[in-house]
């Protein structure tokens, strides 16, 4: 039975650290809402703000609420709707996280998982690759194609790193 007087708070944590798109921290950053106020380096309660570095994690504190369901849309409103919610009951030392959000409506891929979908995707002809693009409209469509594949297999990554991992591919490919 829930505490009447129980409080939510909203903590955000990024990864700062070295190999943010390799397999261990590519889906790193989340939000999670719990039980136990969030502290700075020093100890002391903070409701908003920078809480200091953990290492090589950013903390955020983003308030005190009420009710789970106003720390739900805190979240909800600062990740625009895109996000992955998961139902936690993990304990670390002075309170629960009872929800945690992730960015994206999917899971990123890693460097190393991308360059291996992309090679896939076009052996298998998912996606034509031309020895040279005529146009950046060209360009955006083969990227799009891939995303749009990728985002159909439940993973996501950003057109930048799509296109980083095409290029290198097609200049494997295509010597």
């Known amino acids: 039975m829930k505490n009447e007087t129980e409080k939510y708070y909203v903590v955000e944590a990024r990864w700062t650290g070295p190999d943010k798109t390799g397999a261990k921290y590519i889906d790193f950053d989340r939000y999670e809402i719990t039980t136990a106020p969030p502290r700075d380096t020093s100890g002391n309660i903070q409701l908003f703000g920078w809480l200091g570095p953990d290492y090589f994690v950013a903390r955020y504190a983003h308030g005190e609420h009420d009710s789970l369901a106003e720390a739900?849309?805190?979240?909800?409103?600062?990740?625009?709707?895109?996000?992955?919610?998961?139902?936690?009951?993990?304990?670390?030392?002075?309170?629960?996280?009872?929800?945690?959000?992730?960015?994206?409506?999917?899971?990123?891929?890693?460097?190393?998982?991308?360059?291996?979908?992309?090679?896939?995707?076009?052996?298998?002809?998912?996606?034509?690759?031309?020895?040279?693009?005529?146009?950046?409209?060209?360009?955006?469509?083969?990227?799009?194609?891939?995303?749009?594949?990728?985002?159909?297999?439940?993973?996501?990554?950003?057109?930048?790193?799509?296109?980083?991992?095409?290029?290198?591919?097609?200049?494997?490919?295509?010597?």
């Not at 959000?101 to 998912?126: H, I, Q, S, W």
């Not at 040279?132 to 057109?159: H, I």
Request: glycine residues 8%.
């Open 72 to 175: 739900d849309h805190t979240v909800v409103g600062r990740l625009e709707g895109k996000f992955r919610r998961y139902d936690g009951c993990r304990y670390h030392g002075y309170g629960a996280v009872v929800a945690i959000y992730r960015p994206g409506k999917y899971p990123p891929m890693c460097d190393d998982f991308l360059d291996e979908a992309v090679l896939m995707a076009t052996k298998n002809n998912v996606v034509a690759v031309p020895r040279e693009f005529t146009s950046w409209d060209q360009e955006k469509a083969v990227v799009r194609d891939l995303r749009d594949a990728f985002n159909r297999d439940g993973y996501d990554a950003p057109p930048d790193r799509i296109w980083s991992a095409l290029m290198k591919i097609r200049d494997e490919l295509l010597g």
